[in-house]
């Protein structure tokens, strides 16, 4: 069998393996900022400085960094995510709950009503938020033309499968449809732990409703 044959054999397997399939990436804890709570905690006007793109367009890490302060404990030096918001939201791990001594729901982004409040910190100023933090229930962005291609809609919720050594089954994955999202699907840092996460896995959904 000749090279060229081999590697188009080999090509194409991966793309008929690939199918259907989509990227996952590790979210560790982060915050969303309003313009108002921005302008509290770095002056008045201020614009957030892009360090670099992510992988939705439009949004994108800052190089501004905040510590973020519970009852027990605090985490320093945590992204902010751009652009802002209309209302400011602290996304963090149920292992990080420990440590800042809160009990932080797990939620859809922007579902912020009756959640507990955290402190933001920059230097001399402070902001108190009284809600706004989240462990941020695990979600798949997808454009509506790989949700019709997955035969899925939005807010369903699915079942979705990972390989590799320590591979396993996510439950309760909510599926988020819009024209600007891209496609990924979108875990903490300890869904990612138990999954053995690498760079560049992929997912499956394997079971619907």
Known sequence: MEIKEL????ATRVQDELEGSFEIEASGRHIH???EDLETLFGKDYSLTKAKDLSQPGQFA???????LGPKGSFQNVVILGPVRGATQVEVSLTDCLKLGVNAPIRESGQIEDTPGIVLINGSKVVSLDKGLIVAKRHIHMTPEDAAKANVVNKEIVQVQVGGERGLIFDDVVIRVHPKFAT???IDYDE??????KKGMRGRIIKKG
């Open 184 to 186: 990924y699907m979108h």
């Open 7 to 10: 590697i188009d054999k080999i």
């Open 192 to 197: 990612a732990n138990a999954c053995g996460y």
């Open 33 to 35: 900022l309003s313009q």
């Open 62 to 68: 800052c190089k501004e960094r905040l510590t973020i």
